[in-house]
């Protein structure tokens, strides 16, 4: 278990470090249960990620599922925001996902 294990550093090096924990989980078959704010992080890293809001679940998914759930909104790297939002409340740009050939890379290697 992760909790915000990107905090204090560049998005270089949070890159570099879930790709070491991706990597590992690989080699070791472990999975990794991560904690973060960051949603645009966690749309390009994550597999399976559950939303909450204010306490409360509001959906649990693949990226792409996150993505088109109507009750969450996706969190834009190249923004300011960066942080999940209810779409009650607000709304934010969608985040491209990372590319499934480099989805794969990371899981075969």
């Known amino acids: 278990m992760l909790d915000q294990p990107p905090a204090g550093l560049s998005e270089e090096e ?3 470090l879930l790709d070491l924990v991706l990597a590992h989980g690989h080699e070791t078959g472990m999975t990794c249960v991560l904690v973060e704010h960051d949603g645009a992080l966690v749309m390009h890293y ?7 809001c204010a306490g409360r679940l509001l959906a649990v998914g693949g990226p792409e599922e996150i993505q088109k759930n109507p009750a969450t909104c ?3 790297r190249a923004g300011r925001s960066r942080s999940w939002c209810c779409r009650e409340t607000s709304s934010a740009p969608s985040y491209p996902l990372r590319p ?3 989805t794969r890379q990371l899981r075969d290697a």
Do not use: F, Q
């Open 14 to 16: 949070a890159d570099g």
């Open 46 to 52: 994550a597999t399976t990620i559950a939303v909450l």
């Open 74 to 76: 996706s969190p834009t």
């Open 100 to 102: 499934p050939e480099r």
